[in-house]
């Protein structure tokens, strides 16, 4: 419901490792079938629902000389997820949206390709309708029409992938970001250590904004499919507040343990946060030459007839170099 | 010869035997139909299905409303949404509900024009008291409805849920933990005649206590078999200000002062209110005598206490659960339509009507009124929809700023979404901080 613990993303989206291993696994493994039974991997819905493969079915003894394309590995594919992470929030700032939009259109992301592979839905295009879902479901309307205009983007485009994006998530509509919990700590801190002079209210001000920074690398890692949005929040805090020094975290820590309903002690708590900010340490900068020579690939296994029609015009302009060499000389 | 439409139908339907059309809004159409899986097969399932949104917004926001907050919502007293499906040849979304046979509007219709009695105490008793119920769970779990109104009380028929309140028609609902944009933004929604006078007089901020008003009138409304304020509403303006409805709300209870509610004051409308309102402005509540009851009564007391003027001084639903009305005799049960008393008459509410010349898609195309059949169009209201009623209409919902239309060709950047006018200041409203600590884990 409206209050996490009783929410679906509590029950159905908090997820182990294994899972999420798993989980991808099989997407991957899915579209590498498609990729060897059709020869492509893109997936459209049809009018009934059912799923078709554009590419058509190949042959027993497979295309004669053509070879097909090369599928992405699940590492690539993070890799490419995590860029378009990325990109929804560059894109989410470029409109001054609100950062709960930015953290629910990620996780609605997040969540869409572990049960898809980015071979099988375009992921330039679910990015795109997952920051335009987020704004329907936080109340902050744009149209179709603006949103295209401002990505400059066709709508139509937008609003072609919003049933499949829908259904992708389970209709599962409401998440949890960080940035509120960070809030009510910093909130609750305030009381806690009996804030009342102005340079300790504005140190954790500082303390706060650090902690939203964190918290936005944190979004972009596997710890916000593994981890409530509190201990999230925490783990942000933990983090800035090495840099800012604003609070004696570890007594708050224990302070929280203390007070907290659950059955978490003190020491699991930190060995949580600990687990969540490894996340952030492990995640290397998305390398561009990286993206772009996956993202090739992507292109050609979702439409190999891109590869034919590249091969061609490299022919073309090869014989074209060449011919205008010899006008040349 | 096979044909197209049969040919590209959606496979889910197949688990649904059609009855017939139960309903029909600006959103789109209502179902009834019998559901076909062996598990509970027979079963009656509403189904309500939203057409694509007319502004070429793709889903439509009430759509989204419904099934972002009803996926979430799991109590006895709030309709339960079994399942949503897709039909990808026209775009549509299908949402399947436990099918309610009864609904509040029309069990106080049959005892208006056709018994001409009242509904036995009992009744009257254990339909509050599951609303009450419904909306508690709704409130603490940070939901405004927003739209509470006798069609959107749903009662369910014969069964093992019989005489069971649900509430309905999550399409205006909202979170109201975590606002972006102040409440008050997307246009003034509930019903005008269930409106509390603190959003008639210009209110930004909405909160639980609007419910609890909407509460108030519907419990009048199950006394007296009439709706309790009956204003007039102007349609010209898009300005929240109803001076119709203000006047049958102060003819009842009496003019409000600020002495009584302190930040009447503050209300953007208050002044010119007063001035526009003609006549004699005597504070006294008739409200008694209206509804025919004592003064001193528990029903009294609970009844002026959900009509109390200022929002903040109005009780909450839980509060109301505890109220001594419901500890008296007869206290209320749960099936709110079989009376436990043996000589209490046990009345028989009307079906449904239902239009069995309805297609589940073909008639989805058609405008609404393009319905001619039979008896079905005037008074058919669905499980956990609303039909179109004649009574005043809402304001729109999502008033949104529409932006002339972009050339597209040779703009770039993004003019017209500077943050001036996207983004908005974070809200002060913090909710109770233990609140946060039940995130932790």
Known sequence: MADFQTSSHHDRWILNPQALVEKRRGSNQRAIAALKKYGATRVEVQADGSLAYPGAPIAEDGPVGEKLPEPLVVDEEILIQRFYEQKIQQVCAAFSFPHKIQATAILYFKRFFLNWSVMEHDPKQIMLTCIYISCKVEEFHVSAEEFGKGIQQDPQAVLKNELCLLQGLNF??????????????????????????????????????????????????????????????????????????????????RSIADRQHEKLSYLELLECLNSVLEKVKSVRPVNEDDVKRIDRKLKYCRNPSLQDENKKRERKSKHKTKRSSQDAE | MVDASTRSRPAWLQQYELVGKIGEGTYGLVFLARSKLPSNKGVHIAIKKFKQSKEGDGVSPTAIREIMLLRECDHENVVKLVNVHINHADMSLYLAFDYAEHDLYEIIRHHREKLSISINTYTVKSLLWQILNGLNYLHSNWIIHRDLKPSNILVMGDGDEQGVVKIGDFGLARIYQAPLKPLGDNGVVVTIWYRAPELLLGAKHYTTAVDMWAVGCIFAELLTLKPLFQGIEDKSTHNPLQLDQLDKIFKVLGHPTPDKWPTLNNLPFWQTSRQRMQGPKNEISVLHQVVQTSQKSPAYDLLSKMLEYDPCKRISAAQALEHEYFRCEPVPGRNALVPIQPNDKVVGYPQRPVDFSADFECSGSQPPQMVTSSHAVNNSAAASVTAPRPMPQQIPLVSMQRLPPYGLAGQAGMPGLTANNLSVPRGPSQPPHQQQFRRLN
Not at chain 1, 181 to 191: A, P
Not at chain 1, 198 to 222: C, G, Q, R
Not at chain 1, 237 to 246: G, I, P, R, V
């Open chain 1, 172 to 253: 599962d509509l409401i998440v949890y970001g960080p940035y509120r919990s960070l809030e009510g700590f910093i909130f609750d801190m305030e009381n806690f250590f009996h804030a009342k002079d102005e340079a300790f209210l504005e140190k954790l001000k500082d303390l706060k904004e650090a902690a939203i920074f964190v918290a936005d690398k944190l979004m972009l890692t596997d710890a916000a499919l593994q981890f409530p949005p509190g201990q999230l929040a925490l783990a942000a805090l933990q983090d800035a507040n090495l840099e800012e020094k604003a609070v004696d975290f570890d007594r708050y820590l």
